[in-house]
């Protein structure tokens, strides 16, 4: 049985990968930072380990990983999904708010991959999943800095998969569009109306769609596919 490591795993997208994967016969496991109730009653609802780990300690990290491959034995695909976000003109924002963005959003999916490739390439293979934004493809005002960790991760993305390619791992990511999570719950109703607007398929997205295209990555139905980053937009970003 394959096993999955989810990070951010408590609620909005990444809860539904965690929800998906163990449906379709994975071994799940995932971290959350706080969320220790929804954590809980997920574990309890999927039958998946629940980690608490802070994607920005190296040594939450490491210990997560150790964790999923003494309970598991190994680490098939890792869905690096945790990240923060907020809204602030570029002039306001101080060096820690930059900084903090930088090491949940792009540093911690530095230190998760870093810390499975090594059983990946024991067997030769793998798949690494990276949620990025439809901000990380064509920036986002008041989000420069979360525009500028989700254009990174793009970046590593392209570059690990030529890294690893032939070691049989692929690696890519899913930027998606408005989707309906807490992380977009401070929208107010008319600047959701707005991106509605702008979305040719009419529509906010639900968690389970972008479940979905992690899901189809991390199958074999994807195995000749790395280096890519799928547009779960609605549209939006064409």
Do not use: Q
């Not at 990070?7 to 930072?33: C, D, K």
């Amino acid at each position: 049985m394959k096993t999955v490591l989810v990070t951010g795993g408590s609620r909005g997208i990444g809860r539904e990968i965690v929800r998906l994967f163990s449906e379709n016969g994975y071994n799940v496991a995932f971290t959350y930072r706080s969320s220790r109730e929804a954590a809980e009653a997920l574990a309890k609802e999927t039958g998946a380990l629940a980690i608490m780990a802070d994607s920005a300690k190296e040594a939450d990290v490491l210990s997560a990983v150790e964790r999923t491959l003494s309970v598991y034995g190994r680490i098939d695909c890792l869905v690096n999904n945790a990240a923060i976000s907020s809204f602030s003109l570029f002039t306001d924002i101080t060096l820690d708010e930059w900084n903090n963005m930088l090491a949940v959003n792009l540093t911690g999916a530095f230190l998760y991959s870093r810390g499975v490739i090594p059983d990946m390439l024991k067997r030769k293979s793998g798949r690494i999943i990276n949620i990025t934004s439809m901000w990380g493809l064509v920036g986002s005002s008041c989000e420069v800095h979360y525009s500028a960790t989700k254009a990174a991760l793009i970046g590593m993305t392209k570059a690990l998969a030529k890294e690893l390619g032939p070691s049989g791992i692929t690696v890519n990511a899913i930027a998606p569009g408005v989707i309906n999570t807490d992380m977009n719950a401070a929208l107010s109703e008319e600047d959701r109306e707005a991106l509605l607007g702008d979305t040719p398929l009419m529509r906010i997205g639900e968690p389970s769609d972008v479940a979905e295209a992690a899901l189809f990555l991390a199958s074999e139905k994807a195995s000749f596919v790395t280096g890519e980053v799928l547009n779960v937009s609605g549209g939006y970003v064409i």
